[in-house]
């Protein structure tokens, strides 16, 4: 078992794998997993409903709160895609040991698919990539450790991740 010090927190854009990768980094440190998205849906309802209900900046509100809770626990925090959106949450980002995961377009296009994400209910693809490419400059920027999910078997990065956690965040 792994005590971490603080929270370790994934970020990138949707596809990239942050939920999945994320559960997954959690059970193998033996630490608790909190995914934001799941957070607010647990206490606000299913986030198309939301962005429905309440608009995108409602959601990015709720997505705020939860994310602020998460990551001041010692635990690995998957986040939504925008959630990086809000100053105040990279404000608390930029004291947290933080992994970015990227995905090329080719490798996302199966993964969204059939998705209810809700900005990409339109234009798929072309809409994943204009906000993956506005996006870009802020991942960058509050990354510590970035890794590519496009080729490479979801254990690997789970493996990368562990390894730098325990070398330099344990
Ligand atoms: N190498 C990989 N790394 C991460 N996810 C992968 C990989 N290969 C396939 N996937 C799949 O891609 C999807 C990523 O979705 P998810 O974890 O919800 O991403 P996010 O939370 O970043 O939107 C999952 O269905 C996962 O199984
Ligand atoms: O990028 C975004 O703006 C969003 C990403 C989603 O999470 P994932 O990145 O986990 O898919 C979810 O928070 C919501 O649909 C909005
Ligand atoms: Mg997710």
Redesign the pocket.
């Known amino acids: 078992m792994t005590a971490l010090q603080t929270a370790v927190v994934l970020i990138?854009?949707?596809?990239?794998g942050?939920?999945s990768v994320g559960k997954r980094v959690a059970k193998s440190l033996g630490v608790r997993f909190i995914?934001t998205?799941r957070v607010v849906a647990r206490e606000h309802g299913p986030?198309p409903t939301l962005?429905e209900t309440l608009g995108e900046p409602g959601?990015r509100a709720l997505?705020r709160d939860a994310v602020r809770d998460a990551v001041a626990q010692p635990v690995v925090v998957?986040?939504?895609?925008?959630?990086v959106l809000d100053p105040a949450t990279r404000a608390l980002l930029r004291e947290l040991p933080v992994v970015l995961l990227t995905v090329t377009p080719e490798a996302v296009e199966s993964r969204i698919s059939g998705s209810d994400?809700?900005?990409l209910h339109d234009d798929g693809l072309a809409a994943w990539k204009a906000?993956a490419a506005e996006r870009a400059p802020l991942y960058a920027d509050l990354a510590d450790l970035t890794l590519d999910t496009s080729h490479r078997p979801l254990s690997h990065v789970v493996a990368d991740i562990v390894t730098w956690v325990g070398t330099d965040h344990a």
């Open positions: 990138g854009p949707m596809g990239a942050k939920t995914d998205d986030i962005f959601f997505e998957s986040l939504g895609g925008g959630a994400r809700p900005l906000i």
